[in-house]
Every structure is written in C-alpha cells, then in structure tokens.
C-alpha cells in the first residue's frame, strides 16, 4: 500500500470523526449520558473509552516517532500479519459485533460529563498532528507498544490504523445510539 495514501485516508477519517465529536457538543447533558439499553453504553462511556485507548496511544506514538532513527520514510507501507488482523478487526461492519473491553478501558459506572468531548476533541487534532508527523519517518520501521500485552509491538503504520478504525467504531456505535433515541421518541409521540 502508498504510505502517503494511507497516512492522507487516515487524516481524512480523523478529521470526520473530529467533526463528528464537535456536533456531539449541541447535545443536551441527558442525551449524553441516555444508555440505549441497561447493558449499552452511553454516547460520553463511548468516548471516554476512546479517550482512554488515546491517552495510551497518543504519547506512544508521539515518543516513538520523536526518537526514531528511521527519519527516512518509505513509499510503501505492508501492514504486518498481527496489526492487519487487529485493525481489520476494528472497522465497523453494517451489525457491530460486540467486543468485551478491558477493565481499565471500561468506562462503564464512571461518573463522566461533556469534558469527556473536549478531551476527545483534543486528542483528535493531537492525533492528526501525528499523522501528518508519519509522512517524515518510515512506518514500516518504527515499532510501538500495544494495550494488549507489553511484549506486544506493532508497526507504526498499523497502530495509525488501528487507533484510527477503533475511533471510527465507536463514532459509528454513537450513531447507533443517536438513531436509536431518535427512533424511540418517534415511537412515544406516534
């Protein structure tokens, strides 16, 4: 794959679930926190759970790009076995298939409020300041830790997609939710 064109397909989905984000701001603070269901999410626990992944992944990538001897990028980038399959795994599919997270990334029964948008949004410029700094350095080269396990590294060109796919999921999943209320106060009127 043209690194330059993943890393420009990346930018753009970073900056759609950016303004994705900032709409969310016109919400009201009961719409926020509104669960679908008892055992779903809210559209603030979606976030803060991508905040939570942010808050491990921005300063990786940040530091590893940062002391990186392979300033030299290629043209090309082939996405390992490991990381393809991860973020593969993390595009939205038309039915999202449920998948359990991890306790410290679960923000269920967190008390959040809309700050948790700000920091998002936050992290989405931080973000895309890091995916134009992967245009200058070889995304084949640099390896980067994972939340997975600590022996667990990752291609810098696949951690770009994986954390860019998972927002995106989630972004997806806070659709859901808004078209699901919007559905449930149709059925309550009609």
Known sequence: ??????????????H???????????LTDFVLQLRPRSASWSILECIEHLNRYGHFYLPELAIKMSITKHHLPSSTFKSGYLGNYLAKRMLP???????????????????????????FIQ??????TLLEQAKTVNL????????????????????????????LRHMV??????????????????
């Open 1 to 14: 794959m043209d690194a330059n064109t993943l890393l420009s397909n990346l930018l753009v989905l970073t």
């Open 16 to 26: 759609q679930i950016k303004k994705e984000a900032e709409e969310l701001q016109v």
């Open 93 to 119: 599919k038309s039915k999202l298939n449920k998948r359990k997270a991890i306790k410290a990334m679960n923000p269920s029964d967190s008390k959040l409020d809309r700050e948790v948008l700000t920091v």
């Open 123 to 128: 992290q989405q410029n931080s973000l895309i």
């Open 140 to 167: 084949n080269r640099i390896k980067t830790a994972t939340t997975i396990h600590k022996w667990i590294s990752l291609r810098l060109g696949d951690t770009l997609k994986l954390v860019v796919f998972h927002n």
């Open 173 to 190: 999943q806070v659709q859901n939710i808004l078209m699901h209320q919007k559905l449930e106060r149709q059925n309550y009127l009609s």
